[in-house]
């Protein structure tokens, strides 16, 4: 029997097609710079997953919500997960970065978006993709335009404009993590 898959007509094959993912990390309590980096660093162990690069590290100031600046960082991974299982694997990384949900919009010490999936549009009572406010928020579009200058316009840019968000740190921040 011939065992070489046909990528074209194996369904098998064709579910093994990585996708280009987009995350968006913040935290706002606790040591947070720590905690994007052990995010980072988990986000490029999960199973069948690489990490492909990472933005600069921005601090931004709350939005609707009160408590202290949050660090954001958004990252670039290709992976074969299905949505749904990858968001549940999201979930498990937050709450074991001992994220509480007290209430909506409470500060957290992780808190993984994802922002897009390649280019699907998903809308389920779970997940839905492109995520429904990265285009409100500075501390998305700004880290996120610096991977994907491709998938924010410079008017996206101009309205969020009046958001305080500064750079921290270069891409290096997250030294000693490997992208490919
Ligand atoms: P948050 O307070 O940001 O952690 O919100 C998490 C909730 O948003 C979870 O109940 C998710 O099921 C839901 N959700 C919907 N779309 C997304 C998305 N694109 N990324 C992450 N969570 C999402």
Redesign the pocket.
Known sequence: MNATIDAATDPAAETAAATTVYIGLGANLGDRGQALRSAVQALAGLPGTRLCGVSSLYRSAPVDASGPDYLNAVAVLETNAAPQDF?AR??AL?NAAG?Q?PY??AP?TL?????LWGDARLDT????????RMEERAFVLRPLAELAPQRVTAAQLAAVAGQAIDVLAGPQWVEGVATL
Do not use: S, W
Request: aromatic content about 0%; proline content about 14%.
């Open positions: 968001l999201l979930q937050e994220r949900r909506r919009n957290r808190d993984l978006d994802i922002l009572p779970t997940l839905t993709v492109p995520h429904p």
